[in-house]
């Protein structure tokens, strides 16, 4: 496979971006959780911090399955290339 490489490197690129936003939404909760006027907001709405809750969660839980589409975006690259050589493995044998 010609792009496996350039593939391979742009989905270490991309995770790593992906692993930023996951640690960003974790210190945003952290901040959150700290800040005492939105716990003020939060105990006489509980929409307000549900919603932020529920949203930062939901960009958390979006990125794990980014991290899971790039992982079968490695395998499927990893079998195309066991292909090929099993390809040219049989083309040497004729």
């Known amino acids: ?12 690129n991309m995770e790593y971006y992906v692993n930023q936003i996951i ?5 945003q909760f952290n901040l959150d959780m700290e800040n005492y006027r939105l716990g003020e907001k939060m105990d006489r709405d509980v929409n307000v911090g549900s ?7 939901a960009i958390n839980l979006d990125c794990v399955n980014i991290k899971t589409y790039f992982e ?7 079998a195309i290339v066991k292909n090929e050589k099993e390809i040219k493995k049989e083309e ?3």
């Open 51 to 57: 919603v932020r809750f529920n949203s930062i969660a």
């Open 72 to 78: 079968n975006i490695k395998r499927n690259v990893d």
């Open 92 to 94: 040497n044998e004729i």
């Open 1 to 12: 496979m010609e792009t496996e490489k350039e593939i391979k490197s742009l989905v270490v």
């Open 23 to 27: 640690k960003l939404t974790n210190k």
